[in-house]
């Protein structure tokens, strides 16, 4: 799920991302495509550029470095890339890779509005669709649901498969919303075959919003958007089989499509398929296997992906042991809000484990977690209050914290 400002690419993909890029992670072996987006790249590829330019940000397949990243989307950028204008405008709003610098942010972004409507006016459909997008979700500029709405009808007026589900999925969300026109978008999408938004039929369907329940309908929708190649679609699908909604409960088939989907680069099915390797579930154990899928769910940003690949790298299960790195990706993954993982770290701050030891960071972590509906750091809690660990011993909180715990 490579996730980047480049064609028909939500807005919020870079911004949502980049947030962590700042924790350098340990440089993966190289990967061929990889490796052909460097010679595009060096070769003057402005769209190259561009997309090279977010795997230096983000560390996903060469070691993080935010300066080689700024270049790269600077030269893109230069090149009259618009997608690449929005992060360089992006870089220098944040401070990454280049000094922090509003003004030159705020021109950037308006030399890449500026770019993108010019095109847009001239029938570019990909343009409007970005344009839509950009005033959605606040790429640069104030949030602008109207002006949003504006550039994602006239692209879907104008027969853009990707601005029908865009629209569609922008009259969703909002609060007095009509679901039945949402539907309505998202069918004639999935009738001009855009993979996204057969899923998306299918699932109004299955939830009877905006349309009747429909669950024949719904699986047929689903299957044809899996077949198409849609990755989010083979993991519903994979969830049918799981529980048995509209087709025989079948964990190997479940298994089957969970994988076709990590392979297609859905980071929560990489996640997914390396925890039923891991715990053999649908198939024979293999935790070399399960790493490996942890691997990529872990570099595409999933952050239980990053959890479980924690887990593998402090046990030694189909990875070489190292406790550095499992720390290392327990705390990128608790980053984003992984509460077991805020767990796991709080316990190797506390015994000092392949991180310093610092007893105020691992009770703080445990708090977190615990207040986050964890019930193993509820216990961790209760220990360090009982025994007097990391906090003055108070028999009246370990007591609380126990109580919580055993909650159901």
Same mark, same amino acid.
């Given at each position: 799920?490579?996730?980047?400002?480049?064609?028909?690419?939500?807005?919020?993909?870079?911004?949502?991302?980049?947030?962590?890029?700042?924790?350098?992670?340990?440089?993966?072996?190289?990967?061929?495509?990889?490796?052909?987006?460097?010679?595009?790249?060096?070769?003057?590829?402005?769209?190259?550029?561009?997309?090279?330019?977010?795997?230096?940000?983000?560390?996903?397949?060469?070691?993080?470095?935010?300066?080689?990243?700024?270049?790269?989307?600077?030269?893109?950028?230069?090149?009259?890339?618009?997608?690449?204008?929005?992060?360089?405008?992006?870089?220098?709003?944040?401070?990454?890779?280049?000094?922090?610098?509003?003004?030159?942010?705020?021109?950037?972004?308006?030399?890449?509005?500026?770019?993108?409507?010019?095109?847009?006016?001239?029938?570019?459909?990909?343009?409007?669709?970005?344009?839509?997008?950009?005033?959605?979700?606040?790429?640069?500029?104030?949030?602008?649901?109207?002006?949003?709405?504006?550039?994602?009808?006239?692209?879907?007026?104008?027969?853009?498969?990707?601005?029908?589900?865009?629209?569609?999925?922008?009259?969703?969300?909002?609060?007095?919303?009509?679901?039945?026109?949402?539907?309505?978008?998202?069918?004639?999408?999935?009738?001009?075959?855009?993979?996204?938004?057969?899923?998306?039929?299918?699932?109004?369907?299955?939830?009877?919003?905006?349309?009747?329940?429909?669950?024949?309908?719904?699986?047929?929708?689903?299957? @044809?958007? =899996?077949? *198409? +190649?849609?990755?989010? #679609?083979?993991?519903? &699908? /994979?969830?049918? %089989?799981?529980?048995?909604? $509209? !087709?025989?409960?079948?964990?190997?088939?479940?298994?089957?499509?969970?994988?076709?989907?990590?392979?297609?680069?859905?980071?929560?099915?990489?996640?997914?398929?390396?925890?039923?390797?891991?715990?053999?579930?649908?198939?024979?154990?293999?935790?070399?296997?399960?790493?490996?899928?942890?691997?990529?769910?872990?570099?595409?940003?999933?952050?239980?992906?990053?959890?479980?690949?924690?887990?593998?790298?402090?046990?030694?299960?189909?990875?070489?042991?190292?406790?550095?790195?499992?720390?290392?990706?327990?705390?990128?993954?608790?980053?984003?809000?992984?509460?077991?993982?805020?767990?796991?770290?709080?316990?190797?701050?506390?015994?000092?484990?392949?991180?310093?030891?610092?007893?105020?960071?691992?009770?703080?972590?445990?708090? @977190?977690? =615990?207040? *986050? +509906?964890?019930?193993? #750091?509820?216990?961790? &809690? /209760?220990?360090? %209050?009982?025994?007097?660990? $990391? !906090?003055?011993?108070?028999?009246?909180?370990?007591?609380?914290?126990?109580?919580?715990?055993?909650?159901?």
């Amino acid at each position: 799920m490579a996730l980047i400002w480049s064609k028909l690419t939500i807005a919020v993909a870079v911004f949502a991302l980049t947030s962590n890029a700042a924790q350098a992670g340990p440089t993966p072996r190289p990967v061929p495509s990889l490796e052909k987006l460097k010679r595009a790249a060096d070769s003057g590829d402005a769209d190259a550029m561009n997309r090279l330019g977010y795997r230096y940000l983000t560390g996903a397949g060469f070691t993080q470095d935010s300066r080689r990243a700024f270049e790269l989307f600077r030269k893109s950028a230069e090149a009259g890339n618009p997608f690449a204008m929005i992060n360089v405008s992006r870089s220098y709003r944040a401070g990454e890779g280049v000094p922090k610098n509003e003004e030159r942010g705020d021109e950037w972004i308006r030399k890449a509005v500026s770019a993108l409507e010019a095109s847009a006016n001239s029938g570019d459909q990909t343009a409007t669709f970005a344009l839509g997008s950009i005033y959605q979700f606040g790429v640069g500029v104030p949030v602008d649901k109207i002006r949003s709405r504006q550039w994602l009808q006239k692209g879907a007026n104008a027969g853009d498969a990707n601005a029908m589900n865009a629209l569609a999925l922008s009259l969703l969300a909002e609060q007095k919303s009509d679901p039945h026109q949402a539907f309505e978008w998202a069918l004639k999408g999935a009738n001009a075959e855009n993979r996204a938004a057969m899923t998306l039929v299918s699932t109004l369907l299955a939830n009877g919003r905006g349309t009747n329940r429909d669950d024949a309908q719904s699986l047929t929708w689903l299957k @044809k958007a =899996a077949d *198409a +190649g849609d990755a989010t #679609a083979m993991r519903y &699908l /994979a969830e049918r %089989y799981d529980s048995g909604t $509209g !087709v025989p409960a079948d964990k190997a088939e479940a298994l089957k499509w969970l994988q076709k989907s990590a392979n297609a680069g859905d980071a929560i099915a990489m996640s997914e398929a390396g925890k039923r390797f891991a715990q053999g579930i649908g198939t024979t154990k293999n935790d070399d296997i399960a790493a490996q899928y942890f691997v990529g769910a872990a570099y595409e940003g999933d952050a239980h992906g990053m959890f479980n690949l924690a887990v593998a790298m402090a046990s030694g299960r189909g990875l070489e042991k190292d406790d550095e790195l499992a720390a290392m990706w327990y705390q990128r993954a608790a980053g984003l809000g992984d509460a077991p993982a805020m767990n796991n770290l709080a316990l190797l701050y506390m015994n000092g484990r392949g991180i310093e030891r610092d007893a105020a960071a691992g009770i703080a972590l445990f708090h @977190k977690a =615990a207040e *986050a +509906g964890n019930h193993d #750091a509820m216990r961790n &809690l /209760a220990k360090a %209050y009982r025994e007097g660990v $990391g !906090v003055t011993a108070d028999l009246a909180q370990a007591d609380k914290w126990q109580t919580r715990a055993d909650a159901p």
